[in-house]
C-alpha cells in the first residue's frame, strides 16, 4: 500500500529532526573537550533561545499566554534536565551509548503512565518494555559496582527524564502551539541553568563556545522539523524516526574518528530500538483510566 503524501513530509522531517539531535550530541561531545559541561549547556540553550525571539516578536506577547503553565514549565524542567543528563553521560561513555540511554525515554513511557496516569497495557508493550530492558542490561553491563559507573546512570537518568517530559508534552500538544512550548522548553532551560555557571570549573573556551553555540542552532532546528512532522502524520507513524539518531551518531563517529562499538553494545542498541519502535507504534494500546 503506498504512502500518503502526509506521511512522507512527515518522515522527512522527522529525519531532519533527528539527524540535527545527532549533530547536537556530536558538536556538544567536541564542545566538552575543551569546555564545562555547564557552560556548553548553557551557551547551546541560550543560543536556541535567541533564535526563537524574532518568532515570539512576530506573534507578540500575548502569544505567550497560557491556561497550562505548570505543564509548561514542568515540560521545560525535565526536558532542560534530560539534555543536561545526557551532555553530561556522554563525558564518560561512548556517545552512541549516551545517545541510546537518552532515547530510552519511550520504553520508560508506559510504565511511567501505569504510575501516574493509572494506565493498563496490553501483553504486546509488556514484551517490549522487557526486551528494552535487556538492552539496556546489555549495553549498561552491571556489576556490583554500577553505581560507580557514573556515565551509564546519568545517561539512564537522562531517558527517564525525558520520557516525563514527553509526557507533558502530550498533555500541552492539544491545547499549545508548539512554537510557544519550545520557547518555554529553551527559555527556562537557560534560566534554570544560569546560577549553576558559578559552580563551574573555569571557564569556555572560544573553540568550546563555537560548538556549543552551533548545537544550540542545531537543538532549535531538530524541535522545530519535529513540530512539522508532527503536523503532517501522527506520532505513531513517524516517532519511529528518533532511533535514526543513533545511526547517525555512529555513522559520524565511525566516519570522523573511526570508532566502531562492540557486537554486545549493537545488539543492546538493536534490542533497545526494537522494544521502542514498537512501543512508539503501539501507543494507542495504552487506556487510561479515569484519575
Not at 500518503?4 to 522527512?12: D, K
Not at 512576530?58 to 543528563?85: M, Q, V
Not at 501507543?283 to 484519575?291: C, P
Request: overall charge neutral; proline content about 4%.
Amino acid at each position: 500500500m503506498q504512502e500518503s503524501p502526509n506521511i512522507i513530509t512527515g518522515s522527512l522531517y522527522a529525519i531532519v529532526a533527528f539527524f540535527c539531535m545527532a549533530v547536537f550530541g556530536i558538536l556538544a561531545k567536541m564542545g566538552l573537550e575543551s569546555s564545562p559541561v555547564v557552560w556548553v549547556s548553557f551557551l547551546a540553550y541560550l543560543t536556541g533561545t535567541l533564535v526563537l525571539v524574532p518568532f515570539i516578536a512576530t506573534y507578540g506577547l500575548e502569544y505567550l499566554k497560557s491556561e497550562h503553565y505548570p505543564f509548561l514549565i514542568g515540560r521545560a524542567l525535565f526536558g532542560t534536565a534530560a539534555s543536561f543528563l545526557y551532555t553530561i553521560s556522554i563525558q564518560y561513555i561512548p556517545i552512541v551509548n549516551g545517545t541510546l540511554l537518552f532515547n530510552t525515554a519511550p520504553i520508560f513511557i508506559p510504565l511511567l503512565s501505569i504510575i501516574f496516569l493509572k494506565a493498563r497495557l496490553e501483553k504486546s508493550l509488556w514484551l517490549a518494555v522487557l526486551i528494552g530492558f535487556i538492552g539496556i542490561i546489555i549495553i549498561i553491563k552491571p556489576t556490583a559496582a554500577i553505581f560507580t559507573q557514573t556515565g551509564n546512570l546519568v545517561g539512564l537518568a537522562s531517558g527517564m527524564s525525558l520520557a516525563i517530559a514527553y509526557l507533558l508534552m502530550k498533555l500541552l500538544t492539544n491545547t499549545d502551539p508548539g512554537i510557544r512550548i519550545i520557547f518555554y522548553y529553551l527559555g527556562i532551560g537557560t534560566l534554570v541553568q544560569a546560577p549553576l555557571l558559578y559552580f563551574a570549573e573555569g571557564y569556555p573556551t572560544l573553540e568550546g563556545s563555537i560548538y556549543a553555540i552551533i548545537s544550540g542552532l542545531m537543538l532549535v532546528i531538530a524541535q522545530l522539523a519535529l513540530i512539522k512532522g508532527y503536523h503532517y502524520a501522527d506520532a505513531s507513524q513517524i516517532g519511529v524516526y528518533q532511533y535514526s539518531s543513533i545511526v547517525f551518531v555512529g555513522l559520524i563517529e565511525w566516519m570522523f574518528w573511526d570508532n566502531v562499538p562492540p557486537l554486545s553494545d549493537l545488539l543492546g542498541i538493536l534490542l533497545v530500538a526494537i522494544a521502542g519502535m514498537i512501543i512508539i507504534r503501539n501507543g494507542h494500546k495504552i487506556t487510561h483510566k479515569a484519575l
